[in-house]
């Protein structure tokens, strides 16, 4: 079984909304409370990179591309981080990764989910 669980990619035209889900299916409440999440996008010939954090405290921090326009959440009793992308653009365009870290360091990787703004 997988560590995390992503699903709500697609195909939306500018302008649209998505709504993403990664889930932890083998963590327990108490374990996923306390791990840090995040999601990173990256698209061919570029590095990963980070579109928004939230910590176990649930701080949350989002890059400048999409700061106003998207949103992340966790809902620790279902062991699930979204991120709900609204206002879409082209440039948002990419494959969607959600990370996950613990305490003692140790990180893990969604599989990943296409996004595709068409304009």
């Known amino acids: 079984q997988e560590q995390l669980v992503e699903s709500g990619g697609g195909l939306v035209p500018a302008g649209g909304s998505l709504r993403l889900s990664c889930k932890a299916p083998?963590?327990?409440?108490?374990?996923?409370?306390?791990?840090?999440l995040a999601w990173y996008r990256q698209t061919p010939g570029k590095e990963r990179e980070l579109v928004a954090s939230i910590t176990s405290d649930r701080d949350t921090n989002y890059s400048d591309s999409v700061k106003g326009r998207f949103t992340i959440s966790r809902d620790n009793s279902r062991k699930t981080i979204y991120l709900q992308m609204n206002s879409l653009k082209p440039e948002d365009t990419a494959v969607y990764y959600c990370?996950?870290?613990?305490?003692?360091?140790?990180?893990?990787w969604g599989q990943g989910t296409q996004v595709t703004v068409s304009s």
């Open positions: 990370n996950q870290r613990y305490r003692d360091s140790r990180t893990y």
């Open positions: 083998r963590n327990i409440f108490s374990v996923f409370s306390a791990t840090d």
